[in-house]
């Protein structure tokens, strides 16, 4: 497996416009995570799915955003009429759900850097 | 509340110098798992260490080493010797067993190494 794949790597767009990311984590991973990282800042949760469920949301997801994870493989996240504010990097990671073992080790991928001008 | 500071923004060393990157942090949890992050230039989050919070244990990999002291709440990570491709933003990141593995991310070192 060639770990977590995220496209596309680079997106600039204009105020207003809607943009999704893709996400392929790696095939054996129940869980599916969406961070956003923005200059100068350590990543911040966004959302998690387990399989297909998506079972948390942050406060940080307004209602422009949207996250699907339609067959619990690759996942997409999209963000309607998109604001400058939202410019920042968009991390994709996945891990496997270790039960009361403990927490498990999450891949990142490379990210999905948003440009709104 | 968790929270994870790294008070150190940017530190630049010289080739072979040892280095030691500061992680402080906060959880009301007795249950809860530490991380160490690098992300090189690429973007890419690379993992390094986790380490729960019952294993007080010092750890030694290579060039790497990690101080866990519950007692200052401080999970502390040194590179010896350090080579310019050290070079990256370090993260401390924490998560408790009830989270789901959710991260909470300090705001980064980023470690300079030059010849």
């Known amino acids: 497996d060639t770990g977590v794949s995220q496209d596309p790597r680079h997106k600039i767009t204009k105020r207003g416009q809607n943009v999704t990311f893709r996400c392929d984590p790696i095939?054996?991973?129940?869980?599916l995570y969406w961070y956003r990282q923005t200059l100068g800042q350590g990543p911040e949760f966004l959302t998690y799915?387990?399989?297909?469920?998506?079972?948390?949301k942050s406060r940080l997801l307004s209602d422009r955003f949207s996250a699907e994870r339609p067959k619990g493989s690759f996942s997409t996240l999209e963000i309607q009429r998109t604001e400058q504010g939202d410019s920042a990097m968009y991390l994709c990671?996945?891990?496997?759900?270790?039960?009361?073992?403990?927490?498990?080790?999450?891949?990142f991928g490379a990210g999905s850097r948003l440009t709104v001008l | 509340a968790q929270k994870v500071t790294q008070a150190q923004t940017e530190i630049s060393v010289v080739e072979k110098e040892d280095v030691t990157l500061d992680c402080v942090y906060e959880?009301?949890?007795?249950?809860?798992?530490l991380f160490w992050y690098k992300q090189p230039p690429s973007g890419e989050l690379v993992f390094l260490i986790r380490?729960?919070?019952?294993?007080?244990q010092n750890e030694i990999s290579g060039r790497y080493s990690w101080n866990f002291q519950k007692s200052t709440s401080s999970f502390n990570f040194t590179i010896t010797a350090s080579q310019v491709v050290d070079s990256a933003v370090y993260f401390c990141?924490?998560?408790?067993?009830?989270?789901?593995?959710?991260?909470?991310f300090g705001t980064g070192t980023r470690l300079q190494v030059t010849l």
């Open positions: 990671a996945s891990g496997k759900d270790r039960g009361s073992s403990g927490a498990n080790v999450l891949t």
């Open positions: 095939s054996e991973h129940n869980r």
């Open positions: 799915f387990q399989n297909e469920a998506q079972l948390e």
């Open positions: 959880t009301r949890d007795t249950t809860y798992y």
């Open positions: 380490r729960n919070s019952f294993d007080e």
């Open positions: 990141a924490l998560t408790n067993t009830g989270t789901a593995s959710k991260l909470t």
